[in-house]
Structures are given as structure tokens and as C-alpha cells.
């Protein structure tokens, strides 16, 4: 069992940054891929971005060059450093950890942090 938990959303201005954080329980948090989903409302839970337990990043194309994923096994944590933000990066922002190597889907994720909102202004 993996229990996460979100923070450091907020209010932005376009081209502002943010950073995520998402604080994880369990003795084995360094065996997950550990990724970024994010909804907006009305629409469906998106993959964002995630990094494996080598330390490897994958990630969407819309993110590419202004999203960093990290993670630090020693705090069990995982951060989304988030720059250059526009209005369509407004979403909740989901943390999750996945047993696969490679997982970019939903159904694809064992465990899922409440969320944090993220709100870009124009």
C-alpha cells in the first residue's frame, strides 16, 4: 500500500511557474514509476509526465521543455517543476505510482494522490 499526497498548487499567471510536490508512505517508493496525470474539468484524466525508478523521464509532447519531473527516494517524494505555464495547463494535478517501468495510462496506476488544483490566469 502506497498512500500519496499533493501539494503546492495554487493561482498563476500565464508564463508563471509552479512547483508540485507529491510526499509518498511505504518502504518502497523507489521501485515506482511515479507520474503526473492532470484533469481539467468536463474532460478526462491525462497522462503528463513520469519518471522511473532509474531515474528516466518520459513525458506529453504539450509539456515538453517547460515541465521537469523529479524525485528524491530519500524524502519519498516526487516534484513537477512547472515553468512557462499557460491558461490550458489549468487542471487538477493527480500523483501516481505504477509497478510497470513504462505506464502512461490510467489503468496503468496502482495508487493516486487526492489532487491539487492548478489555475493559470490569462
Known amino acids: 500500500q502506497v498512500l500519496l499526497a499533493e501539494s503546492g498548487g495554487g493561482l498563476v499567471q500565464t508564463g508563471g511557474s509552479l512547483r508540485l510536490s507529491c510526499a509518498a508512505s511505504?518502504?518502497?517508493?523507489?521501485?515506482?514509476?511515479m507520474g503526473w496525470f492532470r484533469q481539467a474539468p468536463g474532460k478526462e484524466r491525462n497522462f503528463v509526465i513520469a519518471?522511473?525508478?532509474?531515474?528516466?523521464?518520459y513525458y506529453r509532447d504539450s509539456v515538453k521543455g517547460r515541465f521537469t519531473i523529479s524525485r528524491d527516494n530519500a524524502k519519498n517524494t516526487v516534484y513537477l517543476q512547472m515553468d512557462n505555464l499557460k491558461p490550458e495547463d489549468t487542471a487538477v494535478y493527480y500523483c501516481?505510482?505504477?509497478?510497470?517501468?513504462?505506464?502512461?495510462?490510467?489503468?496503468?496506476?496502482?495508487?493516486w494522490g487526492q489532487g491539487t488544483q492548478v489555475t493559470v490566469s490569462s
Open positions: 501516481a505510482a505504477s509497478k510497470l517501468y513504462n505506464a502512461n495510462s490510467r489503468r496503468q496506476y496502482d495508487y
Open positions: 511505504g518502504r518502497t517508493f523507489s521501485s515506482y514509476t
Open positions: 519518471i522511473r525508478n532509474d531515474g528516466s523521464t
